[in-house]
């Protein structure tokens, strides 16, 4: 199967710059994120922590729907579709969207092999913040609402089988940034 978003890829030599829609992305290994997520957890628990990589991965998100919004002309469905199959083909797992309630306001989505799940190892708590904070900003920027991602299932705290996410829209002008330990 093609890999559609390395074959459109764009390298500027002079910049040292990997670029996809004119947005720029960088590879790095995933051993170097799990270990900011653990020395972070470390210094200031695992709750701030997920929080931050949550926040972080939320804003690339929301800025990720507003561009492929206005380049490519999606329709906020076909935006978090782009989105999963971006993440998969990027490495971070393959990425299903089990439902979409357009009335609701709601995104359900499952990660099969979660690198960031695969890579934490076994854990008590929820890991996955960055694909949790990405889908938040996307399906949120999408259809104009802020929106609240939790992971319902992790596969570093339940073993084989897909992380989940639930995505809902919160109360009218709440910033909230949720931690849930499932």
Known sequence: MPNEI?????????GGALLYSDVRYMLIRPE????I????????????AGQFFYSAGRRGGTL???HFRRELSLKPDEIVRFMASMGG????????IKNIDKKAG?????VYHSVFAEEFGQSELPVCHLIRGVFAGTWGG?????????????RAVEGPGPCSFLFTPTRQGSMSVPFNPI
């Open 6 to 14: 390395l074959e459109n890829l764009d390298y500027s030599e002079d």
């Open 64 to 66: 990720s729907a507003a």
């Open 37 to 48: 997520l653990k020395a972070t957890s470390e210094e200031i628990g695992a709750e701030r």
């Open 142 to 154: 999408s259809i104009d609402q802020e929106v609240e991602g939790l992971e319902t299932r992790c």
């Open 89 to 96: 083909q990027l490495g971070w797992g393959r990425m299903e």
């Open 32 to 35: 170097t994120v799990i270990e």
């Open 106 to 110: 709601t995104l359900e989505l499952d």
